[in-house]
Structure formats: C-alpha cells, structure tokens
C-alpha cells in the first residue's frame, strides 16, 4: 500500500519506514505477545490493556498485531497459536487500510494539503469511533479499539473513552498505547491490565532495521552504530538519529557539554546561531533532548556524591525546561536561551565538583 492512500502526513509515522499497522516483523517483548496468547486460549481476556513504555519501542506494532489476531478468529474457531497473520489476509489488507468493520483507532488525525494534522484527539472523534461498540459485531466476533496514544487524548476524550471501558459491551477489546502510563486517569489506569514494555536491546532494533529494507538496512555501519547508541532502545529513534548531520550535532553539543566547565561563549556562540534559524526547529529539539540526556547520565555517573552536591544539576535541568517551554510559547530568541544553559551548567557543575 502506498503512503498517500491512507496519507502523506500522518503524525505516527516516521518519515520512509512502514505504519506499526504495516508493519508484519516482530522483534522483542516475547512475555507481552505471550500474555494476549494466554489470555485468548484461556477465554479469559482481560477487556482493556494498558500498553506502556518508552515512545518507539513496538507497543503499537503489538497493538496492531493483537488486533490482526483476534478480528481474524472465526466465532465457530479456536484461538490462534501465536500473533502472526500473514499480510496477504484480508484482516491485515483492511487493517492496513483502516478499513475494518470492526476496528477503531483513535489517533490524532492526519494531516491533508489544506490542514495540518492535529495536536490531540477530540472527544468528537471518540465519540464517533466507540459508536461501533454500541451494537454487536456484524459477524459475531471481537470488536477491537486501538488508542495511539493516550497522551494526546484530551479531558473530555479521555472521560468518553472511560465510560466505555467502565461498561465495556461483550467481546470488546481496547488496546491503549501509553509512552507515560503514569499521567492517565487513575481510573483509565484501574480498570486497565498494565503491560510495561521495556527498552529493545541493540540487537532487536538492528534486526527491525535490517528487516525495513533500503534505504535504513544499507546504512553505514558507523552511522548505524552510533544511532543503536543513542537510540536507547527505540525503534523510531535510532531511525531518526539515521543521519550523518544529526550524529554530528549530536557530536558537537556534546563535545560543548564535556568541556563544562571551561568552555567558552565564543565556542558556544556559533552553535547558537545555527539553532536560532527559523528552519532549524529539530535540530535545536535535538540539542535540548542531548543535555538533558548529558545531565542524566552525570547525575547517574555521580550518584556516590550524594543528593546536596547533585542538586545544583537537578535544579538547573528543571529552569532548563521551564525556559525552553517559554521560548515555545513566546517564540523568543533561542540564542540567549542557549548560551544562558551553557553558563548555568558550568555553574552547576562547579558547585557539584
């Protein structure tokens, strides 16, 4: 299926790499399959799963490949041995399509060439997705709710997606993808089933690689390396750190970072400028997530020194965070933001010494 069937712009989809709903390989994360696998022999699946872990990692492939699973048993069938449907099936041609009748997915909606795609998902549209559980599945079996992902579910969405699980109709099943299971509605939380999934090792996310094909299993062997190394276990991630510009930033701040406390604002100046250009939005994105990664890794680095010598860090990682919001919502200039987080880290790093 080609990209602009279902839409060139659709806000979970990395650029150049299948949808999770297209997506039939599955590496990693063998207990969780097994749990839905247990769960449909015993004929005791549980209605509602609450799917977390780091963004990237495969809870939506898994959602997808559990949805494939159960609209593909026949009510008069016995249950499936594992989670693999062929893509040549028709549950996965309409899946793929989003064309199921028994399937709803609640996502932020793509974007079109007249309108950008939207920041959550309103309660409108779960309203008219769940209006399918409202009556019995045309041939008898599950219907299924896909929820990608619950961070962009507003209050008002968030409390029409609990009523249905509150009173769930028969045979009904709602995968909720979560990246911050945490910040949900407690009672979202409780009627849920927690499946947390961990991290993939260097080794399941380069086979995911290997398996998407040209152009991301012909990369160069130093590059793919160093994404598996900054990856931490995401899929998405090590994809999109699969580029030569962005290792190299991610060089140069980090280069900045080590020489803390004694570098210097005319090294820092030039990194400044280039991430106060309108067109350079990811790149200074990027910058924020690599110190916040840098602090983290020399706060855990340091942990022998104790919570009053660590502080200094916390605390500026947090007014870090707090400015960098600011300049999102002021739209402000970045440079003596940037140049402001690079004196407030040599503070802190010299009263943590």
């Given at each position: 299926?080609?990209?602009?069937?279902?839409?060139?712009?659709?806000?979970?989809?990395?650029?150049?790499?299948?949808?999770?709903?297209?997506?039939?390989?599955?590496?990693?994360?063998?207990?969780?399959?097994?749990a839905?696998?247990?769960g449909l022999?015993?004929?005791?699946?549980?209605?509602?799963?609450?799917?977390?872990?780091p963004q990237?990692?495969?809870k939506?492939?898994?959602?997808?490949?559990?949805?494939?699973?159960?609209?593909?048993?026949?009510?008069?069938?016995?249950?499936?041995?594992?989670?693999?449907?062929?893509?040549?099936?028709?549950?996965s041609?309409?899946?793929?399509?989003?064309?199921?009748?028994?399937?709803?997915?609640?996502?932020?909606?793509?974007?079109?060439?007249?309108?950008?795609?939207?920041?959550?998902?309103?309660?409108?549209?779960?309203r008219?997705?769940?209006?399918?559980?409202?009556?019995?599945?045309?041939d008898?079996?599950?219907?299924?709710?896909?929820?990608?992902?619950?961070?962009?579910?507003?209050?008002?969405?968030?409390?029409?997606?609990?009523?249905?699980?509150?009173?769930?109709?028969?045979?009904s099943?709602?995968?909720?993808?979560?990246?911050a299971p945490?910040?949900?509605?407690?009672?979202i939380?409780?009627?849920?089933?927690?499946?947390q999934?961990?991290?993939?090792?260097?080794?399941?996310?380069?086979?995911?690689?290997?398996?998407?094909?040209?152009?991301?299993?012909?990369?160069?062997?130093d590059?793919?390396?160093?994404?598996l190394?900054l990856?931490?276990?995401?899929?998405?991630?090590t994809?999109?750190?699969?580029?030569?510009?962005k290792?190299?930033?991610?060089g140069?701040?980090?280069?900045?970072l080590?020489?803390?406390?004694?570098?210097?604002?005319?090294?820092?100046l030039?990194?400044?400028?280039a991430?106060?250009?309108?067109?350079?939005?990811?790149d200074?994105?990027?910058?924020?997530?690599?110190?916040?990664?840098?602090v983290?890794?020399?706060?855990?680095?340091?942990?022998g020194?104790?919570?009053?010598?660590?502080?200094?860090l916390?605390?500026?990682?947090?007014?870090?965070?707090?400015?960098?919001?600011?300049?999102?919502?002021?739209?402000?200039?970045?440079?003596?933001?940037?140049?402001?987080?690079?004196?407030?880290l040599?503070?802190?790093?010299r009263?943590?010494?």
């Amino acid at each position: 299926m080609s990209r602009d069937m279902i839409g060139s712009d659709e806000p979970d989809r990395v650029d150049g790499a299948p949808h999770p709903r297209e997506q039939f390989a599955f590496f990693g994360h063998e207990e969780g399959a097994a749990a839905f696998i247990e769960g449909l022999r015993s004929g005791r699946l549980h209605h509602a799963w609450l799917i977390g872990g780091p963004q990237g990692i495969g809870k939506a492939t898994l959602a997808y490949r559990v949805a494939r699973a159960v609209l593909g048993i026949s009510p008069a069938g016995s249950p499936p041995a594992n989670l693999d449907v062929p893509p040549e099936a028709s549950v996965s041609r309409q899946i793929a399509a989003l064309s199921h009748p028994n399937l709803a997915v609640l996502r932020r909606a793509p974007g079109t060439d007249k309108k950008a795609a939207s920041a959550t998902i309103p309660v409108d549209a779960v309203r008219r997705a769940l209006a399918t559980f409202a009556s019995t599945a045309a041939d008898g079996g599950y219907r299924v709710c896909i929820v990608d992902s619950a961070e962009d579910l507003t209050i008002a969405s968030a409390n029409a997606l609990l009523k249905v699980i509150e009173e769930p109709p028969p045979r009904s099943l709602f995968l909720i993808v979560s990246h911050a299971p945490q910040r949900l509605l407690p009672t979202i939380r409780s009627r849920c089933r927690r499946l947390q999934l961990r991290p993939l090792d260097s080794t399941s996310v380069r086979a995911v690689l290997e398996s998407l094909g040209p152009p991301w299993g012909e990369m160069p062997p130093d590059v793919v390396d160093q994404a598996l190394q900054l990856g931490e276990g995401s899929v998405r991630r090590t994809l999109e750190l699969l580029d030569t510009d962005k290792v190299a930033l991610i060089g140069q701040v980090t280069r900045l970072l080590d020489l803390l406390p004694r570098a210097e604002t005319r090294q820092i100046l030039p990194l400044a400028e280039a991430l106060a250009r309108k067109d350079a939005e990811d790149d200074y994105e990027l910058m924020l997530e690599t110190v916040q990664r840098w602090v983290s890794e020399r706060l855990h680095a340091q942990a022998g020194l104790g919570a009053q010598r660590l502080a200094p860090l916390v605390e500026v990682c947090e007014k870090i965070g707090r400015s960098a919001r600011e300049i999102d919502v002021f739209n402000l200039d970045r440079r003596p933001f940037i140049l402001t987080l690079f004196d407030d880290l040599a503070d802190a790093v010299r009263r943590a010494a």
